[in-house]
């Protein structure tokens, strides 16, 4: 399996179109991060849930998903499935983002997400974050959109299980869904651990990738 590091990185920005979206995307990868760099910064933008019971739920996950970071969560109002009809609201929110902040790694929805407000966000951070190293996270859900990814964050067994567990822990809301259950998400990192030699593993689809194999 071909290795490549991304050098050190110190600050994070992380966006989801809903509460939830960050943490079952790359939770593993952020709690992997933070335990490794105490005090890392961690700029998180949610499109959707604010003011209601889903940012509570997120504010309490995401500060155990990145333990010890220096955490910044942004959670806005668009309202869940709109964003397409909400585009200059959507748009402005990750303008601001950007002007704010100058990451070493951008963990954002997969570019052909099946979910409207998925693919949305992630079409807007490719643009406004073009110059960075941007990591589309995947989501299992009922469309079936999972495909060959480029990159995987292999995880430690006791990262899968810390996430499983924060993702059971934190989002009472979702527990009545079919999908959202603990061999799901387990099933899912084993199978990504599968394809990168690992136990268990996040994937990602990665847009454009610079090399520099001269230094």
């Not at 961690?42 to 309490?60: I, K, N, Y």
């Amino acid at each position: 399996m071909i290795r490549l590091g991304a050098g050190r990185l110190d600050r994070i920005v992380a966006v989801g179109a809903h509460c939830d979206d960050i943490a079952i995307g790359a939770g593993g990868t952020l709690l992997t991060l933070c335990l490794a760099r105490p005090g890392i910064r961690v700029e998180a933008l949610v499109l959707s849930g604010g003011g209601s019971e889903r940012e509570r739920e997120e504010q309490a996950a995401l500060a155990a998903f990145c333990p010890g970071a220096d955490l910044r969560l942004t959670v806005h109002k668009l309202p869940d499935g709109r964003l397409p009809a909400h585009w200059d609201e959507a748009k402005a929110a990750v303008e601001e983002l950007r002007m704010r902040t100058e990451p070493d790694l951008v963990l954002a929805p997969r570019t052909d997400d099946a979910h409207q407000d998925h693919r949305g966000l992630a079409k807007l951070m490719t643009t406004a974050f073009r110059d960075h190293l941007v990591l589309g996270y995947e989501i299992v859900k009922w469309d079936g959109d999972l495909g060959r990814p480029a990159a995987y964050q292999p995880l430690s067994p006791e990262i899968a299980e810390q996430k499983v567990r924060l993702l059971q822990e934190h989002y009472p809301s979702q527990r009545h869904r079919p999908w959202y259950d603990r061999e799901a998400f387990l099933g899912l990192a084993r199978i990504r651990g599968i394809e990168c030699h690992a136990r268990y593993a996040e994937a990602f689809a990665v847009t454009k990738l610079t090399l520099n194999l001269g230094e």
